[in-house]
């Protein structure tokens, strides 16, 4: 059952509730990573967008665990794909898939591998190629509002991401046809694969780009948990909405905060030590 | 329903195959199927969509010049139950958003179709940037897209029919422009994945029997090569010719007994012999021991040109009497 009428509980102890679930879920991605082993994995955009994942579904998101199919449930679609280390625990937090089975996401064969759509288990849709799911998510929300559905498309997308030439035709369609149901997060973690985005391929100024595209623009510190169930709760009317998240790539451990070689790297057991005491240090 | 008449033939002729599958096929689709969107990147005007868009505005959806965007929209669509047409020039739809394609109807098998127009050198004066002599090549290398290819403007609409009862994830490449030659006269059964014979000569030990496998608009001008090469001043040849407008899933059953009857075969298609159709007969005939040789008749890895359309298929070596000149050397060599 879907509770179409539940409001997003913007306060500070749901905010506390949520910055909870992002420690477990940091913590998560660090059994991931070792799991890995020398494949090495996704930590940085995975450890940026932790805070979006826990107010997702942990709070926002209107999903129906019991009959995922539900057509009226809500689409989220992480077009950055690769932040699976911060997803796949989500999304056993949600309870789609049991805890143990998060350590099997580069299993040969196995269902949560190599991004696959598998809609009974929360993955909603096969990213991966960055600047697709945008379009995808035009789709759904066009259906949604034809279908009155009541529902929102939430769309997650890295910054460097957002080089992609087409994602600039679907943002222009998404205000064209008026989307108030579809809802872009941007992980602005501020670094791509090669460095730092604004000497990569330079983005800002972002909420003017997004404004001058008729967008809805909110900013906020994408690690606070109250900012982005503030940021999720408004509800703009006629046109789409962004929100910017502010992130570090890398986040709750120091020694991969801000550095680009931690995109995709192998964690070894020591510096998977030296994370886990910092992240647990951290509880009060 | 649309009725089959000597009249409407002619008048789908004169329409050519997009003006008959947008203006005439497509709003009986909808009229039966409720769940149908038909997108455009801004060429609703010219598909001839007035009478669909004054009959169904809401299932018309124009995404502007975006091509790219349209594929990933359409997957959006078929993802929450839609079956969804998308439309532009072949060229745009089926190479500059080939990865759209790739994902979202090769990879993921949504309920998307998307009609190529103007395929081969429809758009002959507007250059190589309007062509499509690659586009079979692109599409037959994706698992689980149909690829298909009518010969007239009355095919074109019963593929499109068929597309609208099935699931899958298809490719309609649509070829000639207006007034395209009118290959079937007459009502047929239009099976798919099946060659469909239409000049069957009786085969003679005496002479070299000579198949024409023909797509899409080189289907009628195979026929005339094959009325020429029959015609000609003691002429030694007998030529069948096949219209496959199924590429793929490819006809093995039926290229099984063409490869035992006939002692050449020939492929024509308004195409890149890279890739195209042809090669998708090679790959097959490949496999079987003691297949007859064959020869590609199509565009020869090159570009040509620009020009009118009867000088460029000529400079390709397309023109009916090209193909039976070429036919008649190949059987001499």
């Known amino acids: 059952m879907i509770d179409k009428s539940r409001k997003i509980n913007v306060s500070e102890e749901n905010a506390k509730r949520l910055a909870d679930m992002s420690l477990r879920i940091r913590l998560d991605a660090m059994d991931m990573a070792l799991a890995s082993g020398n494949n090495g ?30 057509p009226d449930r809500d689409r989220f679609i992480p077009s950055k794909n690769h932040c699976v280390l911060s997803h796949i625990p989500a999304l056993a937090e949600a309870g789609f898939i049991k805890r143990e089975e998060i350590l099997e996401f580069q299993k040969d064969g196995g269902r949560l591998t190599g991004y696959p759509q598998r809609q009974e288990i929360g993955l909603e849709y096969s990213g991966g190629s960055l600047g697709m799911a945008i379009s995808v998510g035009v789709g759904l929300a066009l259906s949604s509002k034809e279908k009155n559905r009541g529902n929102k498309i939430y769309i997650l997308m890295g910054d460097g991401e957002l080089n992609e030439g087409s994602i600039w035709e679907a943002l222009m369609s998404g205000a064209h046809y008026k989307l108030d149901n579809l809802v872009a997060i941007i992980d602005r ?3 791509s694969y090669d460095g730092d985005t604004e000497s990569v391929m330079a983005i800002e100024n972002l909420s003017d780009k997004f404004r001058s595209f008729n967008w809805f623009v909110s900013e906020c510190n994408g690690h606070d948990t109250y900012d982005l169930l503030k940021a999720f709760a408004e509800d703009p009317k006629g046109k789409p909405h962004v929100i910017i998240a502010d992130t570090v790539k890398g986040k709750g451990v120091s020694f991969i905060e801000n550095r680009p070689e931690w995109h995709h790297h192998r964690l070894s057991q020591d510096e998977y030590e030296k994370a886990r005491a910092e992240l647990t240090g951290g509880i009060s | 329903m649309i009725k089959v008449t000597p009249v409407n033939i002619k008048t789908w002729s004169r329409l050519g195959q997009r003006g008959s599958v947008f203006s005439i096929a497509m709003p009986e689709i909808a009229a039966e199927h409720d769940n149908l969107k038909l997108l455009t990147a801004d060429l609703a005007l010219l598909s001839g969509m007035d009478r669909f868009k004054a009959a169904y505005p809401d299932k018309l959806i124009n995404v502007g010049i975006a091509e790219q965007n349209m594929i990933g929209i359409a997957a959006g669509l078929a993802m929450d139950g839609d079956m969804v047409f998308a439309t532009t020039y072949a060229s745009f739809i089926a190479v500059r958003s080939l ?16 009609i190529g127009s103007a395929a081969g050198v429809v758009a002959a004066k507007s250059g190589v940037s309007h062509w499509a002599t690659e586009d079979i090549a692109f599409t037959r290398a994706l698992p689980n897209l149909k690829v298909f290819s009518p010969a007239d403007s009355f095919e074109a609409i019963k593929v499109t029919q068929y597309a609208a009862s099935v699931d899958d994830p298809i490719y309609i490449r649509l070829s000639g422009g207006l007034n395209c030659p009118v290959v079937y006269k007459e009502d047929y059964d239009f099976v798919p994945g099946k060659l469909k014979c239409l000049k069957n000569t009786e085969l003679h030990s005496g002479k070299m029997n000579v198949v024409i496998i023909a797509t899409g608009l080189m289907v009628s001008r195979s026929l005339a090569a094959a009325e020429i090469i029959e015609n000609s001043e003691g002429s030694n040849i007998k030529c069948s010719v ?40 090679a790959e097959y005939k490949a496999t079987k021991a003691n297949a007859p040789r064959q020869v ?38």
């Open chain 2, 242 to 281: 096949f219209n496959m407008h199924t590429i793929k899933p490819i006809d093995k059953d039926g290229l099984d007994e063409i490869f035992s009857d006939y002692d050449l075969i020939v492929s024509v298609e308004e195409h890149n012999v890279i890739g195209g159709m042809g090669s998708a007969v």
């Open chain 1, 41 to 70: 994995s996704h930590l940085g955009g995975s450890l940026s967008c932790v805070e979006i994942m826990s107010v997702l579904y942990g709070e926002v998101l209107h999903l129906d665990i019991e009959n995922p199919l539900n």
């Open chain 2, 99 to 114: 990865e759209h394609v790739r994902q979202h109807l090769s990879h993921l098998k949504l309920n998307v179709k998307i």
């Open chain 1, 189 to 191: 973690n501020h670094l």
């Open chain 2, 296 to 333: 590609f008749i199509g565009f020869n890895d090159t570009f040509l040109p620009a020009g009118s359309q009867a000088f460029v298929l000529d400079e390709a070596g397309l023109s009916p009497e090209k193909i039976a000149g070429r036919i008649m050397v190949e059987c001499n060599d």
